[in-house]
């Protein structure tokens, strides 16, 4: 079962003192030279910065996260939840003048779904997806219904591949350097070994505040700090409470805010003693100080979270803390339930001790809350001590493995409001991340299908109503989820690029990682950073 610290806050800083005129702003690539086409290395937190500057989706993705139409002038939904029906606006164009039609459109999910597309986890999104054009209408239909579609659409940018030739759309990924024609507020005026230079789109519906942009891809945050410091650039994400206060030392810099999709989970496994029991679990959510959490190790990069929707999904509201946390509560029924406090401070029951080891892989500041959530359950009579693992080893030698007995992670699944990959009883590995090791739960499971298959907007309460269930059927995984930071900077218009192609990774556990969320593309909510 689950519960949740806090969803994910980053900051952009920037020097505001400054008028906008030539923007600079430095992207942490994981891979350079950076690519230009926003499906050719999709998981590089970089790409998926350019991509709503550069282009457009058939839908996007609201201030409340909800998918609205975006290239799209509508969408229909057929009763049972498999068709859907679009149309385009009319009168787009590319940036170089060219029509912008429903051939696009469809090139574009063919050469997602060819052999060989570069983005694995983008071609499943749209595995058995029947895409058809009927005149002025685009007809997508599935073999099940998803309630996840429309979010789907949304993070399928669209590309001028229409008139391509097969040869031509085959050596796109291989080319991905070079600019193609845009939809979004920008095009490409000019790249070099350096930087790529954005100019205002002629041809985007709005002009763009900043008119010309400088986009510096750096290797390392070390890089774009000290290109920061040395006022060569006007902004630099920072992911880390360490990385924001180095750069607020530039005199004149600010933080803006930006809400991401990511979240941490506390992570129970019921296979240990303690731990099997379902209110030792529920003791720890109730216990857990959020917004101590936030307000210490985090300095405020994050908001509390008690449900199993991450709060950046706002449409589905938000649940309430309710009377948490309540330490007091939380003692009173672990005393109730027999776990008695001995002379050395820490709880037992019959010969078995409420004392865990809490793994973490060193991506920070992960170690930093860890500290912090064990302080909290010493307090409650439970000792934990904190182990730190190289965040390469976490997710095979630690999560997968089940070689822990509480585990903190960080994870991104994007505006999806399914998660069911992290909360059904049988979405053990391969098949989901639910790793608790918890009993099968087929009450649980059948809420949790009957939502991921909703064609329309569940009301408020069903997510309250999910954790409620979950919690008094214990099917395992007991998440204070806070989240982890995210990677990506905010130049999204509200930022549909959630992260597909890293959906479910934990952050900081893959051996390409080198901070929380780089492999996972945590979407701002807030309008485009290019109208400040």
Known sequence: MAATLAAVSARLIGDLTQPVVNYRVALVADRLPLSLDPLVDATDPAVAAMSPLLYRSLLRLDASASPVPDLAAGMTTSLDGLTYRLTLRSG??????????????????????????????????????????????LTLSLATPRASFPVTMSQLPILPLGTMTHAAVARLASESGTPLATSGPYEVAGTNSSAITLVSNPYADARPRMGRVAVLPMGSFAAAAAAFAAGSVDAVLATTPAERAQL????????????TFGFVDLIFNERVQGLSDPVVRSAVNEAIDRTQIISGPLEGLGVPQYGPIPAGILWLGKATASALPNPQAAGAALTADGWAVGANGDRSRNGVALSFTLSVPDAAPLPQVATGVASQLDALGIATTVAIVPSGQFLSGVLLSAAFQLALAG???????????????????????????GPVDAFLDQDLTALATRTSPPSSSMPRRRASSSAGRSPGRWSPRWAAPSATPPPGSGEGRTGEPARGRPGGVDPAVTRPGADTIGAPIVPGWWNW
Request: charge should be negative.
């Open 411 to 437: 994870w991104d699944n994007g505006a999806d409001p399914d998660v069911s990959s992290y909360w059904l009883s049988t979405a053990t590995p391969p098949a989901g991340f639910n790793v608790s090791g």
């Open 248 to 259: 607020l030392r530039r005199s004149g810099s600010v933080a803006e805010d930006v809400t």
């Open 92 to 137: 787009l164009h590319w940036s170089d003048g060219t029509a912008l039609t429903l051939q696009d459109v469809l090139a574009t999910i063919d050469w997602v779904q060819s052999h060989g597309f570069p983005g694995t986890s983008l071609a499943s999104a749209w595995n058995g997806v029947d895409a058809t054009v009927s005149g002025a209408t």
